[in-house]
Structures are given as structure tokens and as C-alpha cells.
């Protein structure tokens, strides 16, 4: 089994992420959806938690070896980040979804200074909004932003366009198109699911409607 599928596989093992398409789950955007990802979940979990950690930092070194600083997008992938971040024994910092209001008024935590070369990771994507609000950041004060990578994605066709659109190289350890490979391989669903799945992949604003 290859990583990205062995990934999807423990996702669903520990129940990261729930496939119900006869009973949608509802999202924070409104969206109704047949997956539920939270990969929060991993890091309960100590062995598919280190399989994570290495397979990000086999990804960092085979695509930035010239990585300085490794950046967690806050809150989700800071735990993430910090294991990455060890393992290559660089600096780590993190990057809030926007500045504090009080205090120093920080959006980004830690040391690092101009100019350093950075590698961002994150725990899902799915539009790319949020993500890369994380790298604009960091690209704002300063920083070499060299790429990001993150355990999952959705596979939208608009994530895509807007990493494109920033100029921001992505590379994801699974996605969408694994975990339903795993999920037919394993009997968690049926071929009788797939098409459903496959349609709200495509129009996932419109799904459920």
C-alpha cells in the first residue's frame, strides 16, 4: 500500500474522517457534505500519528531541502508542524488566522527573521482560503515562502485555482481520490456510494441543495 492510500486508511480506521452519504453532514459554510475530516484525531494516535510525521518529513527534504523554518497554520496543524519541525531539527513557528488584538498584536508566533525560507504545514484543505491566508501572512513579513503540505485535501477544483493563483506550491501526503479507494477496499462504503461521492466532489456548494 502506498503512503497516500495508507494515510486514507488510518484516517478512517480512527474515525478522522466519516463517509455518510445517505445522511450529509452540515458544515460551518453551510455546505452540506457525505465526508467529515478531523484529523485532530491523528494525534491521539501514536503510531498513525509518527507514520504523519515521517511522511511530511520525507516530503520536506525530497521538495525543500533548502527549507530554514518549518510553519504551522494555526490551530490545527501546529501539532503537526512542531513534530515536522523536530524530526528536521529546524525552527518552528505557527501563524494565527489573523493578528492577536491585544498584546504584541502578533499574527505570526516565534522566532524567524526576513528572508528565511519556509515551508508551511497544514492538516486539510479545502477551498484554500484559510491556508492560504497563512501564507500571505508570512509572505507580509518577509519570509521565503517555499511551499505548502498538508495530510489532506478535498481535491476542489477551486483550492487548486487559488494556490495557483498565489503562486503557492502545494503537496498533499492523501486526498479525496485515495480515501475512496480505501474506503471501497475496506467495505466502509459500496460502489453504490462512489457516484454520490464523486458528484460532491465536483459541486460541493451545490450538493444537497
Known sequence: MDSAKRIADFLLQIKA?????????????????????DNRKTLSFPEVRNFIRDSFALAVKEYYPDVEVIAGVATGAIAHGVLVAEKLGLPFIYVRSEAKEHGLGNQIEGF???GQKVVVIEDLISTGGSSLNAVRALKSAGCQVL????????EFSKASESFLTEKCELHT???YSSLIEAAVASGYIDNTDIETLKK?????????V
Open 17 to 37: 474522517i466519516k463517509l455518510q452519504p445517505s445522511n450529509p453532514f452540515t458544515w460551518a459554510s453551510g455546505w452540506k457534505s457525505p465526508i467529515y475530516c
Open 200 to 208: 460532491w466532489r465536483t459541486d460541493p456548494s451545490g450538493w444537497g
Open 173 to 175: 501526503l492523501s486526498g
Open 147 to 154: 511551499g505548502m503540505i498538508a495530510v489532506f485535501t478535498y
Open 112 to 114: 524567524y527573521e526576513k
